[in-house]
């Protein structure tokens, strides 16, 4: 029987007891039974008081009851906790108890494998977010330009790189359609086309040209397509490599190859050519013999320059050098350097002014090697300078500082500031001046080599384009 039942019952039970003791009571007391009738009201009474104890006592049990399962199951709403609900003292309410225990029990079970489930999606989510970053932070160290779009062609990744050069900002275009982002129209279509193969072509690469400020760069651009888990593609990676300046160094020794075979050549035809007017005859006196003497030996040293330099550059550049390091005058050797070039400089009517420091002053350098960098810097300004221009070379000491400075300045074509960050660099020569004179592009880098690698000196140059130039070099002095 259940307890609602019982609690029913009872009610009846006491209600009907106390009805049937009043009916009896009032019936003897119609029937007029003096005394006993008065003793009769008392157990009548009695009757009926204990009747509503008993309903007060068992009411206030199952109120009791209630309130605790209340309380507690308040309390498992408001900490999460689900436990077993526990009445003390009373009995009445196990059979609502028992099935409520059984329900929460299973809600209990339910609540942890749902909490279980959810810890381990929390740790793969972390592990998915920190394998994100990883991936992403991976894209963004590289320093080619890196963009990712998905199926749809919206851009999904991209680093700073690829900002840079496609002027877009990531936070702005994510999700947003290539066509949208990129204004370069074949590098879109090339993204579109390599989605559309899908997985056939996994990876193709092509050679791109992209404008930047007006500059034309060229790139490879690497595609590839991104499978997803069903073998579909996800999405296309594309990577640009700035390939500008590897085209222009393998042009450049293209040139050097082809500039350095004309330096061979024209002074090997001249030799040659004299060597057969000999042998023929045609130098009918001595001093004609003569003339040609010294233009054989003119341009056999001009060969043993060119090969000095070429080899000499190899040289440094390899450690392999023998530096002789011994204190000697920077003015004595400038001046063995003018005196070499002075009949250069009145073949094309240059004045070629000297302002040389007393000789005494002494720098601890290697003498054929300084001898070297100042004969190409002057060589190089009576090349590039017309005739009846002006040359100043210069050697001062800045007590100061305590360095002897060799300068050789110029009234000739100059140099543009866009050629003047690389004329250092080998081979490389100057679009606009090459018609002034031929050359290799290995002068400068060996007075780089010989004043900054080998002697730990300072080269510089100004210069203004139409007006001429200023290179210098400074060495400490010795005291
Ligand atoms: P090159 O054999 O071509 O002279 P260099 O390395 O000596 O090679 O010089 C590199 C380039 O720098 C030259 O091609 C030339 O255009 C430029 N240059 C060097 N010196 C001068 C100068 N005094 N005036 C103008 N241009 C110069």
Redesign the pocket.
Known sequence: MTTAKRLGLTTIALVSMGASAAYYATTMAMKGYGVSSSLNYLVLALIAALTILMLLVFWRSVHRGMSQVARQLCEMADTGEIGLVMVRGSNELTEVTNPLNKLLTGIEEEVESLRSEKRELQIQSRIASAEKHHTEAIIFSISDAVIVTNRFDELVLANEAAEELLDFKLNTSLRKNIDRIVSDGSLVRLIRETRNHGLRSIRKVVEHSIDKNGVAKTFTVTLSCVAASNDEVSGVVAVLHDITREKEIARMKTDFVSNVSHELKTPLASIKAYIEMLIDGEAEDEQTRCEFYDIISGETDRLHRLIENILNISRIESGVVKVVREPISLTGVVKRVIDVASPQAKLKSIELEERLAPVFYQVEADEDMIYQAAM?LVS??I???PEGGKIIVEVSVDERRGVAVCGVA?T????PTADLPH?FEKF???NA??KL?K???????LVKHIIESVHNGELSVT?EEGQG?R?GFELPVLK
């Open positions: 190409n190089n300004a090349k590039y300078t110029d000739g074509a100059g140099i004329i490389y020569r100057v001046n090459k004179a050359g290799t592009g290995l002068g400068l880098t210069s130039s290179f």
